[in-house]
C-alpha cells in the first residue's frame, strides 16, 4: 500500500524541526508514553486517564463551549492515508504540534491526521480493498470524546471542533482525544499501527497540509471509480491525473481493466 505514501511524507516533512510532543495516551490502547517528537525530554511519564465517549449524545451547544477549533474561518483540517510502511508509521503515537487544549482560550487554527499502517496486501482486493479504506477512514465518525464536538463537512472540507467548557475543566486534552481515536482505529483487524497528530500552531502553512489532504481524498475517489469500472476510458477520466502521478494506481487501473 503505497498510494498515499507521498500524501503522508508531505505531510510530516512540514512538521519536521518543529517543536512538538508525543502525549501519553491511556494504557487500554497500548501507546507509552515517550519522548518529545523533536527528541527532547520525556512528556506525560504514565498512561493518560481514559475518557469517557458519548457516542451520539455528544452534543456541545454554543452557548456551552469554551471555544471552537477551526472557528471563525479558521483552518480546521482532517488528514487520511494508509501505507505499509513501518518508517512513516513506525509504530501507536499522538504527537501534538502547539497548544494543548488547556492551553488555549480561544478559536485556534487546528489539524488532526490519521495516518494508518496496513499489511502490504492486508486490504484484500477490488471493491473489498476500496470498502476497507472507506471503513477504516469512517472512524472519525464514529469517536466522540465527551466534551469533543467535531462538525465535518465533507462538502466545505473542514472538520472543526467544538470543546466543552465543562469537560475543559474536567481534564479533556489531546491526549485523552488520541487514545479515544487510537483505540477506534486500532479495532480494525487491518490496522497494525497508528500515527495521530495534531496540529494548533499559529502561523503554520496549513494551506499547504490541506491540499495533502485534499490529494488523499482524491486517491480514494479513483478507488472507487477504478473498482467500480465507472470509467476505463483514460483520455475521458478526469481523475487521469492521480494515475499519473500516484505510485501504483496506473497499475491498479490497468489491471482492473485487463489492459497493458
Known amino acids: 500500500m503505497k498510494l498515499y505514501d507521498r500524501q ?10 518543529l517543536p512538538g510532543r508525543r502525549l501519553a495516551a491511556p494504557a487500554a490502547c497500548g501507546t507509552p508514553a515517550g ?13 493518560a486517564a481514559a475518557w469517557p ?17 477551526g472557528g471563525g474561518g479558521m483552518p480546521a483540517i482532517g488528514g487520511f492515508g494508509l501505507t505499509s510502511s513501518d518508517t512513516l508509521v513506525e509504530r501507536d503515537e499522538v504527537l501534538l504540534y502547539g497548544p494543548d487544549l488547556p492551553e488555549l482560550s ?8 490519521a495516518f494508518i499502517r496496513v499489511a502490504e496486501d492486508g ?33 466545505s ?5 467544538r470543546i466543552g467548557r465543562a469537560e475543559l475543566g474536567e481534564g479533556l486534552d489531546f491526549a485523552k482525544v ?24 499559529p502561523g503554520f502553512p496549513y494551506a499547504k497540509l490541506q491540499e495533502e489532504a485534499r490529494q488523499a481524498e482524491t486517491i480514494t475517489r479513483s478507488l472507487d471509480r477504478i473498482f467500480g469500472n465507472l470509467v476505463m476510458n ?27
Not at 157 to 161: F, G, L, T
Open 35 to 47: 519522548r518529545a517528537a523533536g527528541g527532547g525530554a520525556p512528556q506525560a511519564p504514565g498512561g
Open 157 to 161: 472540507e473542514r472538520e472543526p471542533v
Open 53 to 69: 465517549d458519548s457516542g451520539e449524545a455528544n452534543l456541545v451547544l454554543r452557548g456551552e463551549m469554551a471555544y471552537e477549533l
Open 8 to 17: 503522508i511524507g508531505n505531510s510530516l516533512a512540514l512538521l519536521a524541526g
Open 234 to 260: 483514460c483520455a475521458s477520466c478526469d481523475l487521469k491525473v492521480v494515475c499519473d502521478e500516484v505510485e501504483g494506481m496506473r497499475e491498479m487501473h490497468f489491471a482492473r481493466s485487463g489492459r497493458k
Open 178 to 201: 488520541g487514545g479515544l481515536f487510537l483505540a477506534g482505529y486500532r479495532a480494525h483487524p487491518e490496522v497494525l499501527a497508528v500515527k495521530l497528530v495534531f496540529v494548533t500552531l
Open 123 to 155: 486490504l484484500g482486493e477490488g471493491d473489498g480493498a476500496y470498502a476497507a479504506i472507506r471503513r477504516i477512514e469512517y472512524t472519525r465518525y464514529h469517536v466522540n470524546p465527551k466534551g469533543y464536538m467535531m462538525c465535518v463537512s465533507v462538502a
Open 106 to 113: 480561544a478559536d485556534s487554527p487546528y489539524a488532526r491526521l
